[in-house]
């Protein structure tokens, strides 16, 4: 039995422990357990009052009952009691047993407060950190309630001890994760920033943490801790490791604030002062010489510290993107990582570089690595890290690199881990065909991809390759002939067989020169895998066949015996069965003159995808190129597992015009047309017929188009918007939006934000999507609209807090009711912030709510015009610029723009026919004003000049700023 | 059949371990150990299924008799076996102790050996086995006894050898019941109730004699009665029973029951259990318990339990015993009690009422006051039922020995020259009434 003396413990707690450490079996500990119970329950019962000792021994011995498992319905009251006691570990155990044991719901929740209160209030400091202790650890709503007004003050005031300080802070931190909307926001919080430079590093470590979530939750009335966070960071940095005492870990100097620090600043963009700017930059700069510096203790905790402070300055340099300087070190650094021994560090540096290699400034650096990275990937032992390099091979991957970084993940493919095996088969199958300079080795590398991997390689990887080689006249002939050699291996991927199939009945003809490919040869070389196939691969091949008798009479009968075979003509499958049979018919009646009308070779598909890629590139510098059109195509591929009958039909409906009879009749390109229902297409003669006796046509295979050239709806209606700009040139965006209601607002490679908006007089409603691109689910997904200034007061912006967890690929819609009080000049700003992954993501965009949406158009006639033109004379009503033509002058478009603008376009008013007059009303709450304009514009000095006359001087002035930015 | 046999102390110990077949692997004794003996919840059922291998576990006091098996045995035969060895191994050294194991564990080696063969139980006739299992040095045998016990083993009636020989020839004859009970808490309506009885054998007979054995079964009343008066198979009707089921030693002949119920045997000699059986019907209930509670506010609660002996006043009962159950926020409690002595355990949540001896029509009484602590938890007392521990000298079920005949023809002595004993013993299985 452990000796325990009175003074310092529990000698009836030790026995009891002891006792049921002691007992044999489950019955006897709870014999004894019941037996204790009781006794204490005697004790309890009230007949004499027990002093402060034996209340905290028995409480002590409740607790530990129940940390056994067994259910404790009393000594609550005690415990309670216990709070009001003066000695320390009698209130300690009472806050104990409140914290483990007290639910939210209880009675005794006031008498639980009162004693946190009266605590609190005491000026005694251990009292007062047990009392913030035990909030933190209950962090009921309850609790917030009742101190969330109380422990800023403690926090800020100037006579609090620091280690109250640091509880506070902590506690406040808590508070605000369980019931964030019940943290009050006031004038404390200029103060909690100041606590940044408090002389005890705890309390700054404590406050780092409470301010960067607060900073999140609101930037900007965190703002000031910027320049703080940089000065505290900067004479942490600079001290030497003897400096900071206590707070030294390892040779380290508070390695756990310097990366609170870095991360509270990556809550910001890079600071605008000057001064600080330049501090931070040093600042970052020594962290990066640090690590270059010889070890000073070779235990691992000294490297573990040091690498986690620099590991976070690189994410802030990645963050602010904005010293290429830096980039290009941090990125060095990182490349020493990739050979280091410790695995975690080189998935680390992988990590990392993925996210420099996106930076315009890094991108050159992190190619430099190549070597590194490839040898990693044949190397590396852990498949995570693998992973990674998989991932920061595809991202440094340009025109200069592409041929080698395929050719090195083919290699990888073949002995790849299965799990990573389709994301590399897709990013092969991007990359190839994104830097295919030479088309030839575009169609090897597929091939040879569909033969390491077949499994792995979905339908739109084939549909591409088939795409490309009939849009390009060069590949033809060499892909038929690669086609047809790969096919000859004994056992081929039927993904192989379909390519070939395709490429042989529209290309065969090619190299039917040959006498080693004659038609013959490749008819039986086809038709020796036809048996092995599933039933999509035999119908594809089927029209194969008959492409086979347009272009080789020579083996029509052949084709027609195999065609005529029970197998083919009594298949079981309906429609192997149809396709068989109306091909049989098709070629014996028709004459050659249809038949290669019909089996025509098939138009080039297209470009859809291409025309957002070259716009693209125009706009942005090659670094940033891979990125955006990766993640769209990735979620393309994401997406693509069902087929969407509405954007199918579009696009093959407008793919088959050109040559209807022959996609009619479900040759070659089988999945093309399929997809056309007969009853849509009623033009044709042909169409009319086949779709008399044919429904079953209808259900071929799936359309080949979709994943690749038809880019979601979303996309496509803003082609023109740069989304990697969205966030620093907003107003650019808002400009976009003058003109039109409907379109993506912003996006990056997590995330989309669409927009729909109506206005009706001085009303309007916004309806926001929100669509997570990646995977992963964002949480704490927080919203918020921010009107500054003096918008407060002209515009009100009303909305509904979305679900703070959108799940990966899924999309979440808000709506916001506006009300224009008066007219204004700003835009409102949508600040939205999420975790993905861990890491807080925080963006900004302005809202496209500007004073014309809330324009209605008048129809005036030309004498109305006129009249009201030369009321509104005054000189301050009258705004006129002139300005150079950006876009090209096409009468439609103006029209069209102005008419989006909001007012109505007058016809013929104007005495000469090439200007646009326009009237409308713009609607407020408070008043009314009306709006004439008028554009002039001259083609040959491609200018125009705008002029708008308005009742009030400043809707003038904002109407003309965003009605030229058109032009 | 059974593939292997483990003993585990309580703490999961293996003690012994006997492998019978192959199925059966190492890993076999550990999962039994993590799954059930260690398992986070306890382990109700007695029939285990890991991993498409069977478990089935008796608990002796502390210990775990497990038997193990793959394939799809008859679950009943296995239990009966395990009783058995439990009840061979009390025969060879008493209790069945973690330390009696440890200090027998050759014996009880020698005794799988012989009681298994290849999973097959085997003779575990404590009788039998005890003639060539010995606890005491070996004894080395002449041939002849060798070939005695080998044709005893082997032969007919394993259960008995010949030539056995007695100065007096005597018997034994235990009835024992356990009667089950459930009251309503009116003290008025029986929920259910039904006595399962054992008859028991010590026999010290010579040669090998034939038993017959009666008792007031109903069937055999009602047969005999038809060729008599009515008067008499009225009169007797009140006395006979009807057995609901019974089971019987090996050595009975279940074809001569099957036809005449008659129950003739060669007994065993010593000890051994001849029948068991249960019935339901006219059970005599030999006391009445009488609840009365009564909450007073919420921190005080009034017990009074008035109990009645209901059998013939000549007889007593033995070691009575009333549990009366308190609420678990029983702070304190005082008691008053004419007979006995009751007291409060905390450990049991439960007051104790004990009285050595009560005579038949008797009643006796106790009052108790129960103080409670007022606790925040709105669950109410769930009330269990009062239990009750006793010994009565009668068989409740009305069971009545009415002969056992001993016919030796081959020796010298007649049924009436056989020394007879009967006894009747009446225990409370699970006697509880509601309150």
């Known amino acids: ?967 | 059949m059974i593939g292997g046999l483990f003993i585990y102390n309580h703490k999961g110990e293996v003690l012994i371990s006997r492998v019978y077949r192959d199925d059966i692997g190492r890993n076999a004794v550990d999962a039994f150990r993590v799954n059930v003996i260690h398992a986070r919840q306890q382990v109700r059922s007695p029939v285990t299924n890991i991993a498409r291998t069977s478990f089935f576990h008796v608990k002796r006091s502390n210990i775990w008799l497990a038997a193990v098996t793959k394939q799809n045995v008859n679950a009943a035969m296995v239990f009966e076996f395990l009783y058995k060895m439990c009840d061979v191994m009390t025969a060879y050294f008493g209790k069945i102790s973690e330390e009696n194991i440890k200090n027998n564990f050759v014996l009880i080696y020698e005794l799988l050996d012989e009681i298994l063969d290849f999973g097959y139980p085997q003779n575990s006739e404590t009788g039998a086995l005890k003639t060539f299992i010995t606890q005491q040095g070996i004894k080395s045998q002449t041939k002849e006894e060798q070939s005695q016990i080998t044709s005893q083993v082997t032969g007919q009636i394993g259960w008995r050898r010949e030539g056995i020989k007695y100065r007096r020839n005597e018997l034994f004859l235990d009835v024992l019941e356990s009667v089950n009970l459930l009251m309503s808490p009116q003290g008025s309506q029986v929920l259910s109730a039904h006595v399962s009885g054992r008859v028991v054998m010590k026999s010290y007979l010579s040669g090998m004699p034939e038993c017959k054995f009666g008792m007031n079964d109903k069937i055999v009343i009602d047969k005999q009665g038809k060729g008599t008066a009515d008067e008499t198979s009225k009169s007797s009707g009140k006395q006979s029973i009807a057995i609901d089921d019974c089971t019987f030693h090996q050595c009975v002949r279940l074809s001569k029951f099957d036809s005449e119920r008659s129950i003739s045997f060669i007994p065993p000699d010593g000890e051994y259990e001849l029948m068991r059986y249960r019935t339901t019907k006219d059970i005599i209930l030999p006391f009445r318990v009488i609840p009365l509670v009564r909450e007073v506010g919420r921190t005080k609660l009034e017990v009074k339990v008035v109990i009645k002996s209901n059998f013939k006043p000549s007889l007593l009962a033995q070691k009575i015993e009333v549990r009366i159950p308190t609420p678990l926020n029983t702070s304190g409690v005082q008691v008053i009690c004419m007979k006995g002595k009751a007291k409060y355990k905390a450990s049991e949540n439960a007051i104790v009422w004990k009285i050595k001896r009560m005579a038949g029509m008797k009643e006796s009484q106790i009052s108790a006051e129960i103080e409670l602590l007022p606790t925040n938890d709105k669950k109410k007392w769930a009330r269990p039922p009062i239990s009750m521990n006793f010994e009565v000298p009668f068989a409740p079920s009305g069971l009545k020995v009415r002969y056992l005949k001993v016919f030796e023809p081959k020796l010298n002595y007649s049924d009436h020259d056989v020394i007879k004993w009967v006894r009747y013993i009446g225990r409370s299985g699970i006697y509880e009434t509601r309150c």
């Open chain 1, 1 to 967: 039995m452990p000796a325990v003396s009175k003074g310092d413990g529990m000698r009836g707690l030790a026995v009891f422990i002891s006792d049921i450490r002691n007992c044999k079996s489950k019955e006897a500990e709870i014999k004894r357990i019941n037996k204790e119970l009781a006794n204490i329950r005697s004790k309890f019962k009230g007949d004499k009052a027990l002093d402060g000792y034996s209340k905290k021994k028995y409480v002590c011995k409740l607790l530990f009952i129940f940390l056994l498992g067994h259910d404790i319905d009393f000594g609550h009251m005690e415990a309670v009691n216990l709070l009001s006691s003066n000695r320390y570990t009698e209130k300690q155990i009472g806050y104990l047993f409140i914290s483990v044991l007290v639910n939210s719901n209880s009675e005794l929740i006031r008498l639980i407060n009162n004693g946190i209160k009266n605590d609190l209030a005491s000026r005694n400091p251990t009292f007062m950190n047990l009392a913030l202790h035990c909030i933190a650890n209950v962090g009921s709503r309850e609790m917030a309630e009742a101190f969330t007004a109380d422990i800023p003050k403690i926090l800020v005031a100037g006579d609090t001890m620091d280690s109250v300080k640091q509880s506070a802070a902590l506690c406040l931190l808590r508070l605000n994760r369980t019931s964030p909307d019940l943290v009050p926001m006031g004038e404390w919080t200029s103060r909690v920033v100041h606590l940044l430079n408090d002389q005890h590093l705890g309390v700054v470590t404590a406050a780092t943490s409470l301010i960067t979530t607060l900073a999140q939750k609101n930037p900007e009335e965190f703002k000031t801790s910027v320049s703080l966070a940089v000065s505290r960071l900067s004479r942490i940095v600079t001290s030497a490791s003897t400096d900071l005492q206590d707070y030294t870990y390892y040779f380290v100097p508070a390695p756990w604030l310097s990366v609170k620090l870095l991360r509270l600043l990556q809550c910001y963009p890079p600071p605008e002062d000057g001064a600080v700017r330049g501090r931070l930059t040093e600042c970052l700069e020594t962290i990066l010489n640090k690590a270059q510096e010889p070890p000073k203790s070779k235990k691992v905790q000294h490297s573990n510290a040091k690498n986690a402070v620099l590991f976070e300055a690189i994410s802030l340099i990645i963050h602010h993107d904005s010293e290429p300087n830096l980039l290009v070190r941090a990125c060095n650094q990182l490349g020493q990582f990739l050979q280091h021994r410790e695995t975690n560090l080189r998935y680390l540096a992988l990590e990392s570089m993925c996210t420099l290699a996106s930076s315009e400034f890094s991108h050159e650096a992190v190619k430099t690595h190549i070597e590194t990275v490839i040898n990693a990937l044949k190397t590396e032992r852990d498949v995570s890290v693998r992973q990674r390099a998989v991932d920061l091979l595809y991202a440094m991957c340009d025109r200069s690199n592409a041929q080698q970084i395929v050719a090195e993940m083919l290699n990888y493919l073949e002995t790849a881990d299965y799990s990573i095996r389709e994301e590399i088969v897709l990013k092969v199958a991007i990359l190839a065909e994104k830097y295919a300079v030479d088309y030839t080795w575009y169609v090897d590398t597929i091939l040879n991809l569909i033969r390491i991997a077949g499994d792995y390689v979905s339908e739109e990887v084939w549909y591409r390759v088939i795409q490309i080689v009939i849009n390009r006249d060069d590949v033809q002939g060499y892909s038929a002939k690669t086609v047809f050699e790969a096919l000859q291996a004994p056992a081929c991927h039927e993904n192989l067989l379909k390519v070939g199939g395709y490429i042989l009945g529209e290309f065969g003809n090619l190299i039917a020169g040959d006498p080693r490919s004659s038609p013959l040869i490749q008819f039986n070389l086809l038709h020796s895998k036809f048996h092995l196939c599933s039933v999509p691969t035999r119908a594809l091949l089927l029209s194969t066949y008959i492409k086979f008798v347009n272009l080789f009479p020579e083996i029509k009968a052949t084709i027609q015996d195999v065609l005529r075979s029970d197998s083919q003509l009594r298949n079981a499958d309906v429609e192997l069965q149809q396709r068989a049979v109306e091909y049989l018919r098709l070629s014996s009646i028709a004459s050659t003159d249809i038949l290669a009308t019909v089996l025509e070779e098939m138009p080039p598909f297209p470009e859809r995808e291409s025309s957002i890629l070259t716009k693209l590139k125009k706009k942005k510098g090659p670094g940033k190129v891979p990125d955006v059109e990766e993640t769209k195509k990735e979620r393309n591929s994401d997406m693509n597992g069902s087929t969407e009958p509405a954007s199918v039909n579009s696009s093959a409906v407008t793919m088959s015009t050109p040559s209807t009879s022959t996609d009619l009749l479900g040759l070659g390109s089988a999945p093309v047309l399929n997809s056309v229902a007969p009853p849509s297409a009623g033009g044709s003669l042909l169409v009319d017929v086949f779709s008399d006796n044919s429904p079953a046509v209808a259900s071929l295979a799936p359309s080949a188009e979709e994943n690749f050239s038809s880019p979601r709806i979303g996309s496509t209606d803003v082609v023109s918007d740069d989304p990697a700009a969205a966030v620093h040139d907003a107003d650019e965006l808002v400009d976009k939006f003058v003109c039109k209601n409907n379109g993506v607002l912003f996006e990056n490679q997590l995330m989309q934000i669409g927009l729909k908006s109506e206005f009706r007089q001085n009303l309007g409603r916004m309806y926001i999507f929100y669509g997570n691109k990646t995977s992963t689910q964002f949480q704490s997904f927080l919203t918020a609209v921010i009107c500054q200034d003096a918008l407060k007061t002209q515009l009100n912006i009303q909305t509904k807090q979305v679900d703070p967890a959108v799940d990966g690929g899924a999309q979440v819609q808000q709506i916001l009711n506006i009300e224009c009080v008066s007219d204004f000049v700003e835009a409102p700003i949508l600040n939205i912030q999420f975790r993905y992954g861990g890491a807080l993501q925080n963006m900004s965009v302005k809202l496209p709510v500007t004073l014309n949406k809330f324009f209605q158009p008048t129809e005036m006639t030309s004498q109305d015009f006129f009249q009201r033109w030369k009321q509104l004379a005054a000189p301050q009503q009258e705004v006129q610029k002139i300005f150079k033509a950006k876009h090209p002058m096409d009468t439609e478009v103006t029209k069209a723009k102005i008419i989006g603008f909001g007012v109505a376009l007058l016809d013929m008013v104007d005495p000469n026919p090439s200007n646009f007059t326009g009237a409308g009303v713009i609607h407020t709450k408070n008043i009314q004003v009306g709006c004439l304009l008028r554009l002039e514009p001259n083609t040959q000095a491609q200018m125009y000049r705008l002029t708008l006359r308005t009742s009030r001087e400043t809707v003038s002035q904002r109407l003309c700023e965003l009605l030229s930015e058109q032009f």
